[in-house]
C-alpha cells in the first residue's frame, strides 16, 4: 500500500503537512471543501429548521411583556417555580451523588457484580411511560402495591401519597431518581474505569485507601466529568416532561407542575400558546449561563457523554 | 488492615475480620435493596397484568397475583378491546418511529461528523458548536413553537413530524459521540486513501462508515431508545387513531377513568418488551460508545 509512506512521514509534521496539503489540493483540485460542505448539509438543515427556527418564534411569541405579568401573577405558576427549583436541586443532586458513590460499588471484581449491574440498569432500559404509569399506579391510598406492602409488613396504612403536594412532589423526584441514577451510574463508573491503574494503585501503596483514596485520588480525577453530568442532568431535567406528567399528573389541583408541563398545559390544555411559551421562557436566566458553562467545559475538556 | 500488619496483635486482626465481614454483610444488604429498589416498578406491572379480572379490580391487600393469567396479554395482543383495537398498527407506528430515528441519526450523525472531524471543515467553531447548541436546549421547551411550525408546514398529525422532533435532538449526541470516536482511527489512513486519489466519497464509504461500527451501533441504538421513550411530541402532534403511537395510545389508556388496568399494563408491558431486547443486545456496543468517549484528556 501506497499509505505506508505516508505515515513513515508523518512523524516530521512539517513535511506531513506540505504533503497532505500538495495532495489534497492536487488529488482533488479544491473539490475536497465543496463536498465537506456537502455532508454538513443536512445536519445544518435539520439545525436551521428545527432548532433555530422554532427558538426564534418561540422567542417572538413570548416577547410580550403583558404575558410575564400576567404569568407572575398566577399562583400555579407561583408554585409552579418552587417546585421546579426542588424538583432541580434534589433530583440532580440526590441522582448524583448516589451515581457516583453506587459507581464505586459496581467497580468490585465478579461476575455477581456484572449480573446485578445488569439488572440494576433495567429501568433505564424501559420505557418511562411504562415505569412512569406504573409507580403513579403503586402509590395509589386504596390499592397501590406501596401501602399493601407497608400493611403486610408492618400494619400500616399509608396515605394517598399523590393526594397531598409535597408527597406527591417527592415522588416525583424519587421517580425520577429512580428512572436516571442507572445511566448517570453508568457514565461515572466508565470515567472510574478511565482512571489509569497506575495512579490507583501506587496511591495504595502510598496509603490511600477506603475514604482517603476517595478524596485526595479519585474524586479530583472525576471532578470535571461529575460537573458536566451535573449540568447535563440540570438541563435535561428542566425540560423533563413525563415524570411529572405520569407520575402526579401536576396534581392535586395543579400543585406540582413544573415549568415543563405548566408550559405544555397552558398551551394545549387551556390553549393560551404565549402563556405556554412565556412560563417555558422564565427559565432562560437559568438555561443561558447553564449553556454557556457546559459548552465552556465540553469544549476545554474534551470530557464528553 | 495496615494496623493489623504493623502490630500484628490478636485484638487487632479480629477486629479487622470483624470489619472484612461487616463490609460483606452491609454490601449484600446494598445488593439486596438495589434488587427490590430496581424491581419494584417492573414487578407492579407485572402484577397488575396478571390480574384475571377487566374492569375494576380490587388489589386490597395483594402484593402478588393470587390467580395469575395472561388473559389481559391475550385481549391486547388480540385487539380486543376498543382502547386497545389498533393495538398493532399503532406498534406498527412506534416501530416506523424507531427505525426512521435510527437510520436518519446515523447517516446525518456519520456525514457531519466526517465532514467536521476529518476534513478542512473542521476549522469551523460555528458549525463545531451547533450540536452543543442544541443538545442545550430542553426538549419539552421547543415543542410549543415546533407545533406551529409543523402545522404551517402541513405536517401535523403525520409520523414524519415526530422523526423529525427525534432526529434534531438525537442528531447532536450523535455527532459529539461520533467525532470523539473517531480520533481513535488514524488520520493517516485517510491520507492514503487521498494519496490514491480516493473522492471524499468513496473515503467515507470505505474507510469511515467501516471503521465506525461500534460508534454507529451505539449511536443509532441511543437514537431508538430515545424515539420510544418519547412522549411529549407525539401527544402534542398525533391526533388520530391510526396515526397515533403505542405511547399516546397507553397515555390515553391512563386519562379514561374506565379503562381495565390490567389491559394498560399488558400494553405497557408488551410495548416495553422492544427496547429492553435491543438494550442488552447491543449493551456491549453502548458500552464501547460510552466509555470510550466518556474520559479524554
Given at each position: ?136 399506579w403503586?402509590?395509589n391510598g386504596e390499592w397501590g402495591f406501596?401501602n399493601n ?157 | ?56 379490580i380490587e388489589f386490597e391487600g395483594i ?235
Open positions: 500500500m501506497n499509505g505506508t509512506s505516508v505515515i513513515d512521514v508523518g512523524r516530521r509534521p512539517a513535511i506531513r503537512r506540505r504533503t497532505l496539503s500538495r495532495s489534497l489540493r492536487g488529488g482533488l483540485k479544491g473539490g475536497e471543501y465543496t463536498w465537506a460542505v456537502a455532508f454538513v448539509v443536512p445536519y445544518i438543515a435539520v439545525f436551521l429548521t428545527f432548532v433555530a427556527y422554532p427558538v426564534v418564534y418561540g422567542l417572538w411569541m413570548g416577547s410580550e411583556a403583558s404575558l410575564y405579568r400576567e404569568l407572575f401573577a398566577d399562583p400555579i405558576y407561583q408554585s409552579t417555580v418552587v417546585n421546579t427549583i426542588l424538583y432541580l436541586a434534589l433530583g440532580v443532586n440526590v441522582k448524583m451523588f448516589l451515581a457516583l458513590l453506587l459507581s464505586g460499588f459496581f467497580m468490585r471484581p465478579g461476575w455477581w457484580m456484572k449480573a446485578l449491574l445488569l439488572i440494576f440498569v433495567l429501568p433505564w432500559a424501559v420505557p418511562q411511560i411504562s415505569t412512569f404509569i406504573s409507580i403513579h403503586m402509590l406501596l406492602v407497608l400493611y403486610a409488613l408492618f400494619h400500616i396504612e399509608g396515605p394517598s401519597w399523590l393526594n397531598d403536594r409535597w408527597s406527591a412532589l417527592g415522588a416525583v423526584i424519587v421517580s425520577h431518581i429512580w428512572k436516571w441514577t442507572p445511566f448517570w451510574t453508568l457514565i461515572l463508573l466508565a470515567g472510574r474505569m478511565a482512571i489509569p491503574l497506575e495512579i490507583s494503585d501506587s496511591a495504595k501503596v502510598d496509603g490511600a485507601t477506603g475514604m482517603r483514596g476517595f478524596v485526595h485520588i479519585t474524586f479530583p480525577l472525576l471532578a470535571n466529568l461529575y460537573l458536566i453530568c451535573t449540568l447535563l442532568s440540570t438541563i435535561f431535567l428542566l425540560g423533563d416532561f413525563n415524570a411529572v406528567n405520569f407520575v402526579s399528573g401536576g396534581g392535586p389541583a395543579n400543585s406540582t407542575h413544573v415549568l415543563a408541563t405548566l408550559g405544555i398545559r397552558n398551551a394545549f390544555e387551556i390553549a393560551q400558546p404565549r402563556l405556554g411559551v412565556a412560563a417555558v421562557m422564565s427559565a432562560l436566566p437559568l438555561v443561558i449561563p447553564l449553556v454557556i458553562i457546559l459548552m465552556r467545559k465540553l469544549r476545554t475538556s474534551e470530557v464528553q457523554i | 488492615m495496615s494496623l493489623a500488619r504493623v502490630s500484628g496483635g490478636s485484638v487487632l486482626r479480629t477486629r479487622s475480620r470483624l470489619r472484612r465481614v461487616l463490609i460483606e454483610v452491609s454490601s449484600l444488604v446494598l445488593v439486596v435493596a438495589l434488587l427490590v429498589w430496581s424491581l419494584t416498578p417492573v414487578y407492579n406491572m407485572l402484577l397488575i397484568a396478571l390480574d384475571p379480572d377487566e374492569g375494576d402484593i402478588w397475583p393470587p390467580n395469575p393469567s395472561l388473559h389481559s396479554f391475550h385481549a391486547v395482543v388480540t385487539q380486543g378491546y376498543w382502547l386497545v383495537e389498533d393495538f398493532w398498527r399503532q406498534f406498527g407506528n412506534s416501530f416506523f418511529i424507531g427505525l426512521m430515528t435510527m437510520f436518519l441519526t446515523v447517516l446525518i450523525g456519520s456525514l457531519a461528523s466526517f465532514a467536521l472531524g476529518r476534513t478542512r471543515l473542521r476549522q469551523s467553531w460555528l458549525l463545531a458548536n451547533a450540536p452543543l447548541v442544541t443538545y442545550a436546549v430542553p426538549t419539552s421547551f421547543l415543542v410549543i413553537p415546533f407545533t406551529r411550525l409543523m402545522a404551517s408546514y402541513d405536517l401535523s398529525n403525520t409520523l414524519w413530524a415526530i422523526v423529525a422532533a427525534n432526529v434534531t435532538f438525537a442528531a447532536p449526541y450523535a455527532i459529539l459521540i461520533l467525532r470523539q470516536y473517531a480520533t481513535l482511527i488514524p488520520i493517516e489512513l485517510d491520507q492514503a486513501a487521498w494519496v490514491d486519489g480516493a473522492s471524499p466519497v468513496q473515503v467515507y464509504r470505505r474507510i469511515y462508515l467501516p471503521l465506525m461500527t461500534p460508534a454507529l451501533a451505539a449511536v443509532g441504538t441511543f437514537a431508538l431508545l430515545l424515539a420510544w421513550n418519547e412522549y411529549v411530541y407525539q401527544y402534542v402532534l398525533l391526533s388520530s387513531t391510526r396515526n397515533m403511537t403505542v405511547a399516546v395510545a397507553i397515555a390515553q389508556f391512563f386519562n379514561s377513568d374506565e379503562a381495565p388496568l390490567n389491559y394498560m399494563m399488558a400494553a405497557a408491558l408488551i410495548y416495553s418488551l422492544p427496547p429492553i431486547v435491543i438494550f442488552y443486545a447491543l449493551r456491549r456496543y453502548m458500552a464501547a460508545g460510552l466509555t470510550r468517549g466518556a474520559l479524554k484528556g
